[in-house]
């Protein structure tokens, strides 16, 4: 099993351009996450999702847009990138009442 | 809402030292907590959980205990290496409704260890 993957592992963006983060797990987890980790911070949640067709904003959602049109795939789009955007974007999947699993990370800067 | 606050970083420690990184939380209802670990150019990594009350988790010498009474989970390793050099986290998932909580962690904003030979 591949685990948790995401692409891509880094990426540079002029404000107002747009892109999709993708990430793709084959560990049958109903749920998935996206996280933000700014420097010196924790991760904050944007989206999540409990199974195909089903998503959910979390604490910081705002710029964001995500999609689950099948289990294993939980793209995260930014429509109009902006420097508030600069970040480490993780995204994680678990089973439910069992552990997350996290992706090895895209780093993002929007400049 | 609920939150963890963990104490702040950075920690230097020399090789054999022992460790112990303060963490606390305020939540409702029973929530798990967890100890993730990021090593430098990495994602995290599960380190140990705790479910309930007075659970001890533990993996590769690290321990932390669920203290209800005091609302803490502070991490403690009794001989540190160099290669536990790392970005440690706390988090916590709330269980107000065990069947219904979708698996959410709120995470404290780090502690980064930096060990020397």
């Known amino acids: 099993n591949a685990g948790v993957t995401q692409t891509p592992k880094f990426r540079i963006l002029k404000i107002g351009q747009s892109m999709t983060l993708q990430c793709t797990q084959d560990?049958?987890?109903?749920?998935m996450y996206w996280y933000r980790q700014d420097p010196g911070m924790g991760l904050k949640l944007i989206y999540y999702s409990v199974g195909a067709g089903i998503t959910d904003k979390g604490e910081v959602p705002n710029g964001y847009n995500v999609s689950r049109s099948t289990t294993e795939d939980f793209p995260l789009r930014l429509e109009l990138a902006a420097p508030s955007q600069t970040s480490v974007y993780f995204c994680?999947?678990?089973?439910?009442?069992?552990?997350?699993?996290f992706g090895p990370g895209t780093r993002l800067l929007v400049l | 809402g609920d939150s963890v606050t963990q104490m702040e970083g950075p920690v230097t420690l020399s090789e054999e030292a022992f460790l112990t990184i303060n963490c606390t939380y305020t939540a409702t209802g029973y929530p798990s907590l967890f100890w993730y670990v990021q090593y430098p150019g990495e994602g995290l990594q599960l380190l140990l959980k705790a479910t309930k009350a007075d659970d001890k988790g533990s993996n590769k010498g690290f321990e932390a205990t669920y203290r209800k009474e005091t609302t803490s989970f502070h991490l403690e390793k009794g001989s540190v290496q160099v290669s536990d050099s790392a970005v440690y986290f706390c988090?916590?998932?709330?269980?107000?409704?065990?069947?219904?909580?979708?698996?959410?962690?709120?995470f404290g904003k780090g502690t980064k260890l930096s060990v020397k030979p």
């Open positions: 560990m049958n987890h109903n749920y």
């Open positions: 994680a999947g678990a089973r439910p009442g069992e552990t997350q699993y």
């Open positions: 988090a916590l998932s709330p269980r107000i409704n065990y069947g219904g909580s979708q698996g959410n962690l709120i």
